[in-house]
């Protein structure tokens, strides 16, 4: 049976699994003070071990494109299992979205009313696990503060005799600001704090430019509505890079006019990946719920897609001990925070 957590501030709610250590519901109130579900996710234990399309998952250890399935690094050689066409996607046949995290009980925090606050999940992962060199372990935190945010510690660290390992985690989780998981999130209005984005080739791996967004459909600097974006983008499946690369700023806003639903999205990895649910099939999340294409955006922090095969951007995903042997962790912060506006 998947372990299922509920984290409370008393107004905002949030449900996160081991396994997958992901993120099964989000609620929170609109302008009135009605709550409603703000993710989508499937609802029961066998649903959500197949969860193709990663609803709510945390994804690794190398999330989004890894072109031809295979990179070089270090002179090893490492062949990846193909699952996305000739790529690799969000670790291959079964990342860690799809394994059982184990649930770290010294972890948990509860506020003066006994409310759940905080829990985390740790995992070991083997070297060559899906192709990958490397024997890591990870752990997932998630925070539930009293302002409405929602903050993601995502980290990894080399295991004993491990020297070096790529790493790229993000977060999967599909918003849908309206309270109504069954409509499309087209009438939503995106902000992003982004002048570049990465162009792709025909497989949908970065070419390796960051080009400016002036005067394309990915231009989220104002405000834009996703409807009209996703028509003129052909679809939205796009990575964008942030301004302030490295520190923890706020690199999106996802707002639902009708509800007066905020979501604003803070982190400190160099980009963020926007997804409209293009390739999102007919499913059914629960009894009486059905879902299907542009059902939910998503908005995934992470370093840079295929960044093992371009040298510029290595360093991203590299975690690596120093001379003296030392180090080799790193954690990252995605924070999600609910508001209201009139």
């Given amino acids: ?38 993710t989508l996710c499937f609802e029961s234990d066998e649903d959500l071990r197949v969860n193709k399309q990663y609803m709510g998952s945390t994804v690794g250890r190398v999330c989004n494109r890894i072109g031809g399935a295979s990179y070089t690094v270090e002179g090893v050689t490492c062949k990846l299992e193909a699952n996305n066409g000739p790529n690799s996607i969000h670790g291959g046949l079964r990342g860690w979205s799809h394994m059982r995290w184990d649930f770290d009980e010294k ?15 740790s995992l070991m992962a083997p070297s060559m696990e899906g192709g990958h060199f490397g024997a890591l372990r990870a752990r997932v935190q998630y925070n539930l503060s009293d302002d409405h945010t929602l903050r993601i510690l995502q980290g990894a660290e080399l295991l004993e005799g491990t020297p070096w390992a790529v790493v790229n985690i993000c977060n999967h989780a599909y918003f849908n600001l309206s309270g109504d998981p069954g409509r499309t999130v087209l009438d939503h209005t995106l902000t992003v704090n982004a002048s570049g984005y990465l162009p792709l080739d025909e497989n949908k791996v970065p070419t390796g430019e960051v080009a400016s967004v002036e005067e394309t459909a990915l231009d989220f600097r104002q405000p834009a509505l996703l409807g009209q974006r996703v028509i003129r983008a052909n679809g939205l499946d ?47 999340l629960k009894e009486g719920l059905f879902v299907s294409r542009h059902c939910g955006v998503c908005l995934e922090t992470q370093a840079f897609p295929d960044a093992p095969n371009k040298p510029e951007w290595l360093p991203q995903v590299l975690l690596k001990r120093n001379a003296e042997g030392k180090g080799g962790t790193v954690t990252y912060i995605t924070e999600f925070k609910l508001e209201t506006f009139a």
């Fill in 107 to 121: 972890s948990v925090v509860r506020d003066d009313s006994d409310r759940l606050r905080q829990v985390a999940f």
């Fill in 238 to 284: 796009n990575c964008l890079v942030p301004e302030g690369d490295g520190f923890l700023r706020e690199v999106a806003v996802l707002e639902h006019a009708p509800t007066g639903r905020r979501l604003r999205v803070f982190s400190d990895k160099p980009g963020v990946q926007v997804y409209a649910g293009e390739a999102v099939p007919p499913l059914c």
């Fill in 1 to 38: 049976m998947i372990g299922r957590f509920r984290l409370s501030n008393g107004v905002v709610e949030a449900v996160v699994t081991d396994f997958g250590a992901c993120l099964q519901s989000l609620k929170a109130p609109d302008r009135d003070g009605n709550v409603a579900e703000c």
